[in-house]
């Protein structure tokens, strides 16, 4: 079972961010994710919602505890480069830190 992570090439500079212990983890986040995503009125009006993944997904991210484990025994640091630091910032939240 390998760690999931998302590869965002849309920035300027790429980042690798984690976002499940394992592919279960990853489906069962996503799906959290989508069920609060529709959940917003915004969303229910429109059709559109600011909440992105795994960005805004702090709280469902963290709640895969294997995932947490890796990210605070340093498993992502080499992947985890930014030049602004927002994946780390990220990742501290996610760690509970």
């Known amino acids: 079972m390998q760690p999931v992570v998302m590869v965002d090439t849309y920035e300027f500079e790429p ?14 986040t996503y799906a959290r994710y989508l069920e609060a995503k529709v959940s917003e009125p ?30 605070r025994a340093g498993r992502f640091d080499s992947l985890m480069k930014d030049v602004d630091g927002q994946t ?8 509970g830190r």
Not at 15 to 28: G, T
Not at 88 to 95: D, Y
Request: no cysteine.
């Open 42 to 71: 915004s969303y229910q009006a429109s059709g559109e919602v600011d909440i992105g993944f795994p960005y805004d997904a702090v709280e469902i991210l963290a709640r895969d505890e294997r995932l947490v484990e890796l990210m």
């Open 15 to 28: 980042r690798v961010i984690p976002v499940a212990s394992n592919v279960d983890w990853f489906f069962d």
């Open 88 to 95: 780390r910032r990220w990742a501290a939240k996610v760690m």
